[in-house]
T-cell receptor
Framework: DQQVKQNSPSLSVQEGRISILNCDYT??????FLWYKKYPAEGPTFLIS?????DKNEDGRFTVFLNKSAKHLSLHIVPSQPGDSAVYFC???????????FGTGTRLTVIP | EPEVTQTPSHQVTQMGQEVILRCVPI?????FYWYRQILGQKVEFLVS????????KSEIFDDQFSVERPDGSNFTLKIRSTKLEDSAMYFC?????????????FGNGTRLTVT
């Protein structure tokens, strides 16, 4: 039962270009979405989040877009930097719930 | 910045043995979690813990698993009789408030290898 899906296991982007990571979800009760970044041998690190009352949230080079009708969210990184190379996890939760549902992750490689 | 710390970083054990994974959540956080990630798979919720009791658990968290907050700082995950399929990265996480409209803070994980 995969409620959060990241269909691209990997993505390669040239430094300076835009990285777009995608995520789909199936549970219409989800109303809070997060992106985590994970380096090898480290735990997931929170990157950016968005509530379902918004369709866009921006933090520096990172922007998350939410399309509730399509049950789709995306993370845009611009400009991409080599230090952004990591595995990116999409996660979602529902109000009052006590856990996060994670996608399987997308490995981003930013090529210098 | 305060961190969630986990020990050990890597634990190797034989099938059938008991293991205890340890975590020190961020000091002012009240809600604690264990997640795991089997190699190549998604991060999966195991259990959440608040006010000295389990508040929610997943299907994965069967009778072989238990959690405990033995003192004011540690939060432990015990697997009574490990199986090969318990091999995974185990992540502890904590959060200040009960709702998840703020991000979980994760530790760096314990890699459990069951042989």
């Amino acid at each position: 039962d995969q409620q959060v899906k990241q269909n691209s296991p990997s993505l390669s982007v040239q430094e300076g270009r835009i990285s777009i990571l995608n995520c789909d979800y199936t549970n219409s009760m989800f109303d809070y979405f997060l992106w985590y970044k994970k380096y090898p041998a480290e735990g997931p690190t929170f990157l950016i989040s968005i509530s379902s009352i918004k369709d866009k949230n921006e933090d520096g080079r990172f922007t998350v877009f939410l399309n509730k009708s399509a049950k789709h969210l995306s993370l845009h990184i611009v400009p991409s930097q080599p230090g952004d190379s990591a595995v990116y996890f999409c996660a979602a939760s529902a109000s009052g719930a006590n856990n996060l549902f994670f996608g399987t992750g997308t490995r981003l490689t930013v090529i210098p | 910045e305060p961190e969630v710390t986990q020990t050990p970083s890597h634990q190797v054990t034989q099938m059938g043995q008991e293991v205890i994974l340890r975590c020190v959540p961020i000091s002012n956080h009240l809600y604690f979690y264990w997640y795991r990630q089997i190699l190549g798979q998604k991060v999966e919720f195991l259990v959440s813990f608040y006010n000295n009791e389990i508040s929610e658990k997943s299907e994965i968290f069967d009778d072989q698993f238990s959690v405990e907050r033995p003192d004011g700082s540690n939060f432990t995950l015990k697997i009574r009789s490990t199986k090969l399929e318990d091999s995974a990265m185990y992540f502890c996480a904590s959060i200040e408030q009960g709702t998840l409209n703020s991000p979980l803070h994760f530790g760096n994980g314990t890699r459990l290898t069951v042989t």
